[in-house]
């Protein structure tokens, strides 16, 4: 399987919080580098949040101070805690771990090769 396993999404209110899960293969969990991006219909692809194994992580500004990216080795899996959630935030989104061969992290896409089915987060006003 070199695609995660992704869960969580669904509809909250604005203020509200949701924690997203990603299950990863052996393989891709133990990537170098390994994120989570949102998309809208209005805006492309962004990063959201990257950490790597030695535990160096990437925030975008508009998730600061209210996302955190974790993951559980144990479990080969990758959890985004999203707290005090925004309108704004509503998208889809996806998790995804970069090449084998990259050792480099942060919030550029191109260099991230398996990716979570999505999950959609929705919050209301």
């Known amino acids: 399987q070199e695609q995660w396993v992704e869960s969580g999404g669904e509809s909250v209110q604005g203020g509200g919080s949701l924690r997203l899960s990603c299950v990863g293969s052996?393989?891709?969990?133990?990537?170098?580098?390994v994120g989570w991006f949102r998309q809208t219909p209005e805006n492309d692809r962004q990063g959201v949040a990257a950490?790597?194994?030695?535990?160096?992580?990437r925030y975008v500004d508009p998730a600061k101070g209210r996302f955190t990216i974790s993951k559980d080795n144990p479990k080969n899996t990758l959890y985004l805690q999203m707290n005090s959630l925004k309108p704004d935030d509503t998208a889809m989104y996806y998790c995804?771990?970069?090449?084998?061969?990259?050792?480099?992290?942060?919030?550029?896409?191109?260099?991230?090769?398996?990716w979570g089915q999505g999950s959609q987060v929705t919050v209301s006003s």
């Open positions: 995804a771990a970069m090449d084998q061969y990259y050792r480099t992290c942060g919030l550029f896409e191109g260099a991230y090769r398996y």
């Open positions: 052996e393989y891709t969990y133990n990537s170098f580098c």
């Open positions: 950490i790597n194994r030695h535990g160096l992580i």
